[in-house]
């Protein structure tokens, strides 16, 4: 079953860009022609090798994403946050234009929405936001109102994604939203969560590995079962 998830490691898409976005804290969104991709669901990634013709030498030529879309929106998209100064892969991405042809290995992944109708807690720092767009974006799909809590860390106010956040969620009952700036307020927001729905919570942590390690030993310590948090660790992301 689990072996299950990682299915779509086995095919590749050669997807022509549509267009690049910038938006807020240089956040960047591409989006893709996803017309070759049958299906993928909410909180899947997929591998992006830069084309042939693009290729760096001697370093990486692929990096993981989260895909923020549905396949109802028509577009396979990514966002990555792009500093001025950057790696040779993200300055490669910024060279792409329209009709160029990224290879995407993929989708697939494990941090899925679960089957049951538990309450959910997404926990994330930085870009760990990507997976839980696309997760918003089906409950809100859905119509699905079970209880939820968001809490985002972020440093210097940079909460990326947050308009689309608010945009899914902020009209729910039942639904706390939290963008924070500060590690103490972050950790308090997260032991407060501990039971906010009766015990059923399920968590859904997205972002560095160290974030995740850190958040996770917070809920262990607070008494949440392993079972009940799933990760989605962004190995590669340097941050905490
Ligand atoms: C399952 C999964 C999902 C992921 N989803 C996302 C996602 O949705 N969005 C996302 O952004 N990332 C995501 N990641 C992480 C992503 O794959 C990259 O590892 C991450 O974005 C860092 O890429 P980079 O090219 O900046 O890093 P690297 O090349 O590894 O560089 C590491 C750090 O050094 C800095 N650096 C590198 N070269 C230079 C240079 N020449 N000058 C100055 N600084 C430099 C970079 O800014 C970076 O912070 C995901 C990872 C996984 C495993």
């Not at 409950?139 to 809590?149: I, K, Q, T, V």
């Not at 940079?158 to 500060?182: A, I, Q, S």
């Not at 972050?186 to 942590?205: H, I, K, N, P, T």
Request: proline share 5%; glycine share 8%.
């Amino acid at each position: 079953m689990f072996l299950a998830h990682y299915q779509g490691i086995f095919t590749t898409h050669s997807i022509p860009l549509i267009r690049i976005r910038q938006e807020e804290h240089r956040l960047f969104l591409f989006d893709f022609d996803s017309q070759s991709i049958t299906d993928w669901q909410a909180g899947e990634h997929g591998i992006f090798a830069l084309p042939a013709n693009t290729r760096i030498k001697r370093k990486r030529s692929w990096r993981a994403f989260s895909i923020l879309s549905l396949p109802e929106e028509g577009l396979l998209r990514f966002a990555t946050q792009i500093p001025e100064e950057c790696s040779a892969y993200k300055s490669a991405l910024l060279r792409l234009r329209q009709g160029d042809e990224i290879l995407l290995r993929g989708p697939f992944g494990p941090f899925l929405l679960p089957k049951e109708n538990n309450p959910l807690i997404f926990i994330a720092n930085g870009i760990g936001i990507t997976p839980f767009r696309s997760m918003a974006a089906t409950l809100a799909e859905r119509d699905d109102s079970r209880p939820l809590g968001l809490l985002h860390m972020a440093h210097l106010q940079e909460h990326p994604l947050r308009p689309d956040m608010e945009g899914f969620l902020g009209n729910r009952t039942n639904t706390v939203l939290r963008f924070l700036t500060n590690r103490e307020g972050f950790a308090d927001g997260v032991r407060e969560s501990v039971g906010m729905f009766g015990g059923e919570e399920r968590y859904y942590l997205a972002g560095s590995q160290s974030f995740i390690r850190d958040v996770k030993r917070l809920l262990r310590f607070q008494g949440v079962p392993r079972r009940h948090i799933n990760t989605d660790a962004f190995w590669g992301l340097s941050h905490s």
